[in-house]
């Protein structure tokens, strides 16, 4: 069957295109913080900790320049054309995080992670839970917390949470 | 505050690791002139270079013991295993037998890549993307088109 000719596509405009009634965007901010850890899990024996922490578990700890990228998500608002005031997240930033977790041992000094051993994923995760009620405007999407330049994790919040 | 366990969290580890290795981009498929069409300076006959970096990212409950989705050391040692000592150093086109039969673009060096991966004992594999230059990258997530779930 011959296929009909392809016509050439006329142009039309009809002046502005439709204003986006709704448009989910996603804004990030990246701060940077220093802190020292060890991993020691006090219910395995020293031999224990030493093999499934390696140098981690040195006594004296170690540190790391942490880089955590904090993404908010949310509809801008129509009158500022904004998620949320970056000035306002870059405060919470600097209240929640940077007086917390700047240049402190994170196992003795940041509340939030006693008990718990302070990988990047439970650093991430006690992030989450920081910031999470702190989002006025839009909501938290994901936290990425960096420990090197080649190693960071991704935490979404709950698992089972409502699709966002 | 409501308090979440790490435990009860969505939450992705990513290692990122480097490899250096050459290739060529030529089909059997196709036709001489076809293949410089195609692939341009990458049909070069004698194969050129790329320093790689291969993101892997895994997936799984947090241990409350370890505080860990899995161990890094066992992850590193997967990974060299199962793709960086093969790889890297190499002529991929000859020196990986999957890459004697498919055309080792950097779309088919990722699901290479992720298809080595996906029997990683320790967590969920989620996804692969490899920089073949800092300006190109490639990902994968085990999807097949119409497959999205």
């Not at chain 1, 990988?119 to 420990?147: D, F, M, Q, S």
């Not at chain 2, 505050?1 to 990513?14: F, G, N, P, S």
């Not at chain 2, 320790?122 to 999807?143: D, I, P, Q, S, W």
Request: glycine letters at 6%; hydrophobic letters at 35%; proline letters at 7%.
């Amino acid at each position: 069957m011959a296929l009909p000719a392809r016509q050439s596509p006329k142009l039309r405009i009809r002046g502005q295109p439709p204003r986006i009634e709704s448009a989910m965007v996603y804004i990030t901010r990246k701060i940077e913080f220093s802190a020292s850890h060890l991993y020691n899990n006090p219910a395995l024996s020293p031999e224990e900790n030493r093999r499934v922490f390696g140098k981690c578990n040195n006594p004296h700890g170690h540190g790391h320049n942490y880089v955590l990228e904090v993404t908010v998500a949310g509809d801008p608002d129509p009158r500022t054309g904004m998620v949320l005031d970056l000035k306002e997240l870059k405060r919470v930033l600097q209240d929640e995080i940077m007086e917390r977790m700047d240049h402190r041992f994170l196992n003795y000094e940041v509340p939030e992670l006693a008990g718990k051993i302070p990988t990047c994923e439970n650093i991430a995760a006690t992030i989450w839970n920081l910031l999470e009620p702190k989002i006025a405007r839009g909501h938290l999407h994901r936290v990425r917390l960096y420990e090197t330049p080649d190693l960071f994790v991704d935490c979404y919040g709950e698992k089972n949470g409502s699709a966002r | 505050m409501t308090e979440r366990h790490a435990k009860a969290m969505k939450i992705h580890l990513t290692r990122r690791y480097p490899f250096s290795a050459s290739h060529r981009l030529h089909s059997p498929h196709l036709s001489e002139e076809e293949n410089q069409l195609a692939y341009g300076k990458c049909n070069n006959p004698f194969g050129h270079g790329h320093n790689y970096v291969v993101e892997v990212a895994v997936s799984g409950p947090v241990d409350p013991a370890t505080g860990m989705i899995a161990n890094l050391a066992d992850l590193d040692a997967f990974v060299a295993a199962q793709v960086l000592d093969p790889f890297d150093r190499t002529y991929l086109n000859e020196e990986v037998a999957e890459f004697r039969e498919t055309v080792p673009t950097t779309e088919n060096v990722c699901i290479e890549i992720f298809r080595r991966l996906r029997a990683f004992p320790h967590a969920k594999l989620e996804r692969v993307l490899v920089e073949e230059t800092a300006l190109n990258k490639f990902e994968y997530t085990g999807e097949s088109q119409g497959s999205r779930s």
